[in-house]
């Protein structure tokens, strides 16, 4: 049986449909995606329809043309047999496979899968710089495990220790630098 016979690879389709669901709650056309990440409509499209499989470089870039993260994407597409989310989950910690240079310039990795009211990931980063600033529409939450992290939001920053957090609204500007450290972050997520 040939490729197309079998069909889209399920973890692809249920990819393919979160970036669809994404992008129609942002308004965007596959055109306006297009532009915007420097990749073709015509691809874009194969992708949304779970036919083509994404390099971790074009799902960055989607996934801040998305203002989302590309861990985040990852974990939809993980959400196992295409069943609604079970209402308990409990996840292993050697059964996450971490998302490289996913979130804040570091490794990072989905506490639960599947399409979920809200995301913690785990965040681990030695960057010392502040890198680029992330704006998305959904709130989120940030809680200092362990080390250092400078959080900046809208143009302030602010140093946080173990244990101190940081919350701020859909639309903010932010972005973290400072490591190492390790931070749970919690997304709200696009319904």
Do not use: C
Not at 43 to 72: C, D, H, K, M, W
Not at 141 to 148: P, Q, R
Not at 181 to 189: A, E, F, I, W
């Amino acid at each position: 049986m040939g490729e197309a016979e079998r069909g889209p690879d399920e973890a692809a389709a249920r990819l393919g449909a979160r970036l669809r669901e994404l992008r129609k709650a942002r308004g965007l056309t596959l055109v306006a995606l297009a532009e915007s990440t420097g990749l073709s409509h015509p691809f874009l499209s194969q992708v949304e329809r779970g036919l083509a499989n994404l390099s971790l470089q074009s799902l960055r870039r989607i996934a801040v043309a998305l203002e989302t993260s590309p861990v985040e994407l990852v974990a939809a597409a993980e959400a196992g047999d295409g069943s609604p989310p079970r209402k308990v989950e409990v996840s292993r910690a050697g059964a996450r496979r971490p998302t490289p240079q996913g979130f804040a310039r570091g490794p990072a990795v989905s506490l639960v899968r599947g399409a979920r009211p809200f995301t913690p990931i785990l965040v681990e980063s030695e960057a010392v710089d502040p890198g680029e600033v992330f704006v998305h529409a959904e709130d989120e939450f940030v809680f200092v495990v362990d080390g250092v992290a400078e959080v900046e939001t809208d143009g302030r920053a602010h140093s946080l220790g173990v244990g101190d957090s940081v919350y701020y609204a859909g639309g903010v500007r932010h972005r973290w630098w400072g490591g190492p450290y390790r931070l749970l972050v919690v997304k709200q997520q696009v319904r």
